[in-house]
């Protein structure tokens, strides 16, 4: 079964904007899948659906064969545990330190008052120090988020969704705010998650060259439809 399978999926926003249209989708276990198109094709919309970040207005999502569209309570916690985000502004806490950071996405919604209190356990920071060590931040465990660069900032992120174990990684424009050799460097990381530990990657990007470097799979969006699903070498100049 598809790892993420979407069933003739729209999203209306209240204004009446068609975020998108008629969806069908399938992406297998295992898949690197960019998707490019202009602001406003409806990429972010796309991956907020999937990891229901918001709710679409007709149609169905299945995560790995569960409907995300129709879970509750639970069963769309144990869900969207299975779904790590990146996000183009790395959603850091500045303050904190690495490893903390790190440690805080792992823990699903104990994070908080686990954080508060310290309630790491060895274990737990033996994970995230390793998931450090994948993305060659180790001797950076115990700096401030907000004293790192912006490529190690999204480093520490990968580390963070690394530790989460996620059966899927959904990436925003994780590099929209990098230079592009830090980009390059990040997009690398993101494929070691992906073929070393088997994640299924879905990353928006504007960058087509990015795009077209490391996207196995590219959907082209436009106007809330995939007008194209292939591979880069061959995506039309109208995407
Ligand atoms: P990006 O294109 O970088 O993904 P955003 O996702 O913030 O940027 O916005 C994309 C488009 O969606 C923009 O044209 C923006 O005006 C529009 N948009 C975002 N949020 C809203 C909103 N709440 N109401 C209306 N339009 C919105
Ligand atoms: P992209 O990520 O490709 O830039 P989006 O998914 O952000 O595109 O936006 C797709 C369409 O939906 C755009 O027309 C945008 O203006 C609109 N849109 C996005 N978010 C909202 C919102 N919260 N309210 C109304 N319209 C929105």
Redesign the pocket.
């Known amino acids: 079964q598809p790892m993420i399978q979407l069933k003739n999926v729209t999203k209306v926003?209240?204004?009446g904007?068609?975020?998108l249209n008629n969806i069908n989708l399938e992406i297998n276990k295992g898949e690197f899948v960019v998707v490019v198109?202009?602001?406003?094709?409806?990429?972010?919309?796309?991956l907020?659906s999937i990891n229901r970040l918001q709710d679409i207005s007709d149609g169905d999502i299945l995560i790995d064969g569960q409907s995300i569209t129709h879970a509750k309570g639970k069963a769309l916690r144990n869900i969207r545990r299975d779904i790590g985000m990146i996000f183009q502004n790395f959603n850091l806490v500045k303050r904190s330190s690495v490893l903390r950071n790190v440690l805080t996405g792992k823990v699903g919604y104990y994070s908080a008052w686990k954080s508060t209190f310290n309630l790491f356990s060895a274990e737990d920071k033996q994970k995230a120090y390793e998931a450090l060590q994948q993305v060659d931040l180790a001797d950076k465990v115990y700096v401030r988020a907000d004293q790192l660069s912006g490529g190690q900032q999204q480093r520490v992120s990968i580390a963070r969704v690394l530790t989460q174990n996620p059966k899927i990684i959904l990436a925003d424009e994780p590099t929209a705010s990098l230079d592009p050799k830090t980009a390059k460097s990040v997009m690398q990381y993101l494929k070691m998650l992906n073929q070393e530990y088997g994640m299924t990657v879905v990353a928006?990007l504007h960058s087509v060259e990015l795009a077209r470097e490391f996207g196995d799979r590219v959907l082209g969006?436009k106007s809330?439809e995939i007008i194209y699903d292939g591979k880069m070498s061959e995506t039309p100049a109208a995407v």
Do not use: D, E, M, Q
Request: aromatic residues 4%.
């Open positions: 926003y209240p204004n904007t068609r975020g198109g202009l602001s406003g094709a409806g990429k972010s919309t796309l907020r928006n969006v809330g």
